[in-house]
């Protein structure tokens, strides 16, 4: 490959190197034992649901990246809008991973408000360690789904950045050479 066809790529190559970092992350997560912490007090397991749509949605970024490297040289504005379109998708589905971190926190809250302080005898030791056990659930439960939405999210947008800062690039290089059909 040479120096031209590494710059053509270089777009592709920032996704597979933060798609090598999302691996890394996953694989220190499993061998700390984190994924199955979160397992273990995440009740709503919304965390999962959020990860797997960040997969999902990195893999259709990934491919969308590569497909708009492969053809830049002769890409038209109606590609260019079509790939635009693509990455609002994108750009929704990490807005959406957030939110639901946000109903996991406030399902963790109520939880934690519903359950835990009715019947609690302060006298009683073993009711109140309960009390406080089933508080470390609920919280996890916010913890950890506010976490894996924030942390989500800003990676899928990192994504999503990189390749509508180079569907920019070529929209002017479009105009440039005279389509003028570009829009945004």
């Not at 996953?26 to 995440?42: E, K």
């Not at 990189?162 to 003028?180: E, F, M, P, Q, T």
Request: hydrophobic share 45%.
């Amino acid at each position: 490959m040479g120096a031209v066809e590494m710059n053509k790529y270089n777009v592709f190559l920032r996704w597979v190197l933060s798609f090598a970092l999302i691996l890394l992350g996953t694989f220190i997560a499993y061998s700390t034992g984190t994924i199955s912490q979160v397992n273990n007090l995440d009740f709503t397991k919304i965390s999962f649901l959020i990860y797997f749509l960040f997969m999902v949605c990195t893999v259709y970024t990934g491919v969308n990246t590569y497909k708009v490297c492969k053809g830049s040289e002769n890409i038209t504005s109606d590609r260019i809008e079509t790939f635009n379109h693509r990455n609002e998708i994108s750009w929704f589905m990490a807005e959406a991973m957030f939110t639901l971190g946000m109903i996991g926190t406030v399902a963790g809250f109520i939880a934690v408000l519903s359950s835990n302080f009715t019947g609690i005898d302060p006298s009683d030791v073993n009711s109140t360690k309960a009390a406080l056990a089933g508080m470390s659930a609920g919280m996890g439960t916010a913890l950890y789904t506010t976490a894996t939405g924030l942390i989500c999210s800003l990676i899928l947008k990192l994504q999503v950045f990189n390749i509508s800062y180079h569907l920019d690039v070529l929209a002017k290089r479009c105009v440039c050479k005279g389509d003028s059909n570009v829009t945004k």
